[in-house]
Nanobody, 127 residues
Framework: HGQLVESGGGLVQPGGSLRLSCIAS????????LGWFRQAPGKEREGVST????????YYADAVQGRFTIERDVAKNTMYLPMTSLQPEDPAVYYC????????????????????WGQGTQVTVSS
């Protein structure tokens, strides 16, 4: 049984940048599809980005396309979400997650496809 531990959230001004990190332990991150989700107060959890570990394809929600990037460092067993041009609609608790099954052909993010979740990290955008 593995674990995902997130870090990197914080307070940033509009237009600023943050990089979220998610360290995996107890399993090999490379074997699973990866996802980032976020949940703002009073809203449902929404998918932000995914990475298919079989072919490396990535997916981005329209709201973050061109601003966020999903990355993976195999040697460090860590996934990242560098975020740029943060906007007032981006604040939320951000969660990393790995797919239920190994080598799952992850596409558009669906929470039910993910079986292991990080604890979440708060991102706040305010001037």
């Amino acid at each position: 049984h593995g674990q995902l531990v997130e870090s990197g959230g914080g307070l940033v001004q509009p237009g600023g940048s943050l990089r979220l990190s998610c360290i995996a332990s107890g399993f090999t991150l490379e074997d699973y599809g990866l996802g980032w989700f976020r949940q703002a107060p009073g809203k449902e959890r929404e998918g932000v980005s995914t990475m298919n570990n079989v072919d490396g394809r990535t997916y981005y929600a329209d709201a973050v396309q061109g601003r966020f990037t999903i990355e993976r460092d195999v040697a460090k067993n860590t996934m990242y979400l560098p975020m740029t041009s943060l906007q007032p609609e981006d604040p939320a608790v951000y969660y990393c997650a790995t797919s239920v099954n190994r080598n799952a052909r992850i596409g558009a993010p669906r929470a039910k496809d993910y079986g292991l979740w990080g604890q979440g990290t708060q991102v706040t955008v305010s001037s």
